[in-house]
């Protein structure tokens, strides 16, 4: 309830408040700065659906996952009509800056790990976790380190434990490692090891004139150059 309580007062002074994925925020808030009156708040895209649902007042709604966008739809939260597919990305494995490259096998990450833990997104909630847990399983990696795992609620804050060596290695998007010096990129999980990641969004409501206009800057050229600055792929999940 605090957290719609938060909310309801950003959108009490914005014209358009948008709910992000963390792993967007770069692009966003470049798109952001844009507009006069646009608030963005940030979070795991689990996080973010389950606070539209319980009518957080969320103009636009950016996930990193197609189910949570189909949870909204579903539920009648966001316009079906107004879903847009606006980017991509690839999984990687990093660890401290310094980290030597390691190959995706049970042993090198078990010797990696130490009597350390491995960060990651919730699994069963955060789509950088949920994404990471396909393609350890479809590697068989996930036995030899589902018992060490440290769960958290976005990427972020993944990539934070392993960028102030509280954990040695973690799982998040690529493009997160290009906001800190503190990570190495050690891995990039092959293509076919999970779904693709697929970054969607929507309107709650498909009247409100000046978050279609935010949305539609968003999928628009510049929108999309923004977003390939960042380092996103294109919005067809078939990245090379």
Known sequence: MALIL?????????EVLIFAAASLKEPIDQIAEQFDD???????????????????????????NTEWM?????????EADSVVNLASNRLVLIGPQGTIPLNLEP??????????????????????????KEALQHLDLWEAIQDRLAEVDNVRAALTLVARGQTPL?????????????????????L????????LGALTDDRNDEARMVLDVLTGVQGQAIFAASGFLPPTGNAK
């Open 70 to 78: 189909d949870v909204l739809v579903a539920g009648g939260h966001v």
């Open 38 to 64: 646009v608030v963005v708040s940030y979070g795991g895209s689990g996080t973010l659906a389950r606070q539209v649902t319980l009518g957080a007042p969320a103009d636009i709604v950016l996930l990193a």
């Open 192 to 199: 076919n090891s999970h779904r693709p990641i697929q970054y």
């Open 107 to 132: 042993d090198a990450l078990r010797n990696a790990i130490g009597n350390g833990r491995f960060a990651v997104g919730l699994t069963e909630a955060v789509p950088a976790g949920i994404y990471a």
């Open 170 to 190: 973690g799982i998040v998007y690529r493009t997160d490692t290009r906001i800190s010096d503190d990570v190495a990129e050690v891995a990039v999980f092959p």
């Open 6 to 14: 938060t909310q309801a007062a950003l959108a009490a002074r914005a």
